[in-house]
């Protein structure tokens, strides 16, 4: 009997058009019970304050400095930071297999907020948009050291992403390579505007506008949507609607319009399964210091661990780690359960009632 293919309940690879990866798609296997690890929920009943957070207004830190008593975000040098201004120049190559190069960078932390218990989703659109000018901020800052090639901006958020201080904050690595990812991305999108002349992002989020069938929210700035070749059960990407290679280039419209996206995107994923929605986050943007990108498109990566509820989580293993991703769930089921989602965070819900 002929049987017609379905993306929706037949498995299927899909490419990453960023990476060229593929990943594998089994739609059929959410069928299956599950017996496998339940997470731990970490409580969510921190205080405003915490006299022994390091990033707390006015407490003690790791290096012996003292924070201030600031009042909106609050940014310094991470104080165990995994690059180095100072490293000295070197390398080592024996017979072409055991090769090292030095590697020297930046490291900074943003605390978002002095507020110990309040993550972005929680925050106002203006208070979100002030740490979008740090980002700029920074990132224009760190471009001036002329030895830096790229600047990393990111968020880890919760536990079980490895977030070492609950308090709300994220990071900025910068440094003097271009990073794996990196070069991964820019590799595809040059290809790609070398044969267009156009943004390969740009041309996707048309796509991806004109089918909606991913797209989760749009404001007059940005696309915030699950990709096509998403890998994680509620991966989201952010995209800037106007083809501009950084952050740097941002005007106060797209300031606040990307604050709008955020906020409504991390509610949605709070209210997705009522707790606080771990994920790495961070931006993807042209290096600096290395020549003119024209192909770059501004974009952020959401990738949250959380499959089936607040304590069941996706692990990379087996397969995953020796083959390629896989998941099971489509990015289109997940665009849908993430669209349906309030943009009302869940706590004031309850406390409405």
């Not at 299956?32 to 921190?46: C, F, H, L, S, T």
């Not at 156009?198 to 989760?216: H, M, P």
């Not at 083809?243 to 797209?254: D, T, Y």
């Amino acid at each position: 009997m002929n049987q017609t293919f379905e993306l929706d309940s037949n498995p299927h690879t899909r490419l990453n058009i960023l990476t060229g990866e593929w990943v594998l798609v089994s739609p059929h296997r959410t069928k299956r019970p599950w017996q496998g690890k339940v997470e731990d929920i970490a409580p969510d009943n921190r205080p405003e304050y915490d006299p022994k957070c390091y990033l707390c207004p006015g407490n003690g830190r790791a290096d012996g400095d003292s924070n201030p008593e600031y009042t909106e975000s609050f940014v310094f040098n991470n104080d165990f930071a995994a690059l180095l201004e100072d490293t000295p120049a070197g390398d080592m190559n024996e017979d072409d297999l055991l090769v090292a190069n030095n590697q020297r960078g930046l490291c900074k932390v943003i605390s978002f907020s002095p507020k110990h218990n309040l993550t972005l989703p929680e925050m106002s659109v203006e208070a979100i948009t002030a740490v979008v000018n740090v980002w700029q901020n920074e990132f224009n800052s760190l471009a001036e050291n002329d030895w830096i090639k790229y600047i990393q901006i990111f968020e880890n958020k919760g536990e079980i992403m490895g977030c070492s201080n609950p308090h709300p904050h994220g990071q900025i690595w910068s440094q003097g390579d271009i990073p794996l990812e990196i070069a991964k991305e820019t590799e595809r999108q040059k290809t790609y505007y070398a044969i267009h002349r156009r943004s390969l992002l740009a041309d996707y989020l048309k796509l991806e506008q004109k089918k909606n069938e991913r797209i989760v929210f749009e404001n007059d700035h940005f696309v915030v949507l699950v990709p096509f070749w998403a890998v994680w059960p509620y991966e989201t990407m952010i995209i800037s609607k106007r083809h501009v290679n950084s952050i740097k280039l941002f005007s106060e419209a797209e300031k606040k319009s990307l604050a709008e996206a955020i906020k409504v995107l991390t509610t949605k994923y709070d209210n997705l399964f009522e707790t606080s929605f771990p994920y790495s986050a961070g931006m993807h943007q042209a290096p600096v210091n290395n020549g003119y990108y024209p192909e770059w498109h501004w974009h952020m990566h959401f990738y949250p661990p959380l499959l089936r509820s607040a304590s069941v989580k996706k692990f990379m293993v087996g397969y995953e780690m020796l083959a390629n991703p896989q998941r099971d769930i489509t990015p289109e089921f997940a665009a849908n359960r993430l669209k349906e989602m309030s943009t009302i965070h869940y706590k004031i819900s309850k406390t409405e009632v």
